[in-house]
């Protein structure tokens, strides 16, 4: 962390695995601090580390104070908060600005009491038998072949319908109205009585009295005045 801040001593003790020593470096005493070296005694390479008692943050455990003086801090309110490139980019301003001696770290990695810690690694001065991968389960059958589709029952015709009887039609009955009977000629001397609709004229035409209706009533001119006035029921008198 920053030198401002209360120092929190890192030590890298070497990993002994089976009596070999692995994973352990040491920087040259009186040798300038790279700036990898300060992440990782920092906050072991955490870009998103904070130290809780004294608010230092980031990968290079920046302080808030520290922080808001670099140009790269614009947006940030504290170092975790940044991206890993805006970190690097605040770290190497300081750098230049300041030398390492800003961080406490520095001077524990110039005189070689800080080791980085490299990747572990697996050793065994006894031989051990390397277990065999275990066996791949082999996939289970891809989908279960389908139930056969059963066949749908086919399909009843449906009956023929009926057709419908013949309706008995009604024989046609042709009705002719009765002849009108035929009156026979009256006699050609006599009496006729008037019949409804009768005229002086049609009576002479129907008995063919000679003379015609003139006839007729100078035969009856004592009973009708008017040869265009008769009544049925009147009884004329027919000339022969």
Request: hydrophobic share 45%; aromatic share 4%; with cysteine.
């Amino acid at each position: 962390m920053m030198k401002t801040s209360t120092a929190i001593r890192r030590g890298a003790a070497a990993v002994v695995m089976g009596g070999v020593a692995v994973g352990a470096f040491a920087v040259p005493a009186n040798a300038a601090p790279s700036l990898d070296a300060i992440k990782q005694c920092e906050s072991g390479g955490d870009y998103q580390a904070l130290n809780a008692s004294s608010g230092a943050s980031g990968a290079y455990q920046f302080l808030d104070s520290t922080w808001a003086g670099m140009s790269q801090s614009a947006g940030y309110a504290h170092a975790a908060d940044a991206p890993a490139a805006v970190q690097d980019a605040a770290a190497a301003e300081l750098m230049a600005r300041s030398g390492a001696s800003q961080w406490e770290c520095s001077s524990m990695i110039s005189s070689g009491s800080y080791s980085a810690p490299a990747a572990a690694a697996s050793v065994s001065t006894q031989s051990s038998s390397v277990q065999e991968a275990a066996p791949v389960e082999q996939a289970a059958p891809a989908a279960q072949q389908a139930a056969p589709v059963k066949e749908t029952a086919p399909v009843q015709e449906t009956a023929p319908a009926q057709e419908s009887a013949p309706v008995a039609q009604a024989p046609v009955v042709e009705y002719s109205a009765p002849a009108a009977p035929v009156q026979q000629a009256a006699p050609a001397a006599g009496t006729y009585t008037v019949q409804a609709g009768d005229t002086l004229g049609t009576i002479a035409n129907k008995l063919g009295v000679n003379g015609g209706w003139e006839a007729l009533h100078a035969a009856n001119s004592g009973s009708v005045a008017d040869a265009n006035l008769i009544f049925p029921g009147q009884v004329l008198n027919i000339p022969a």
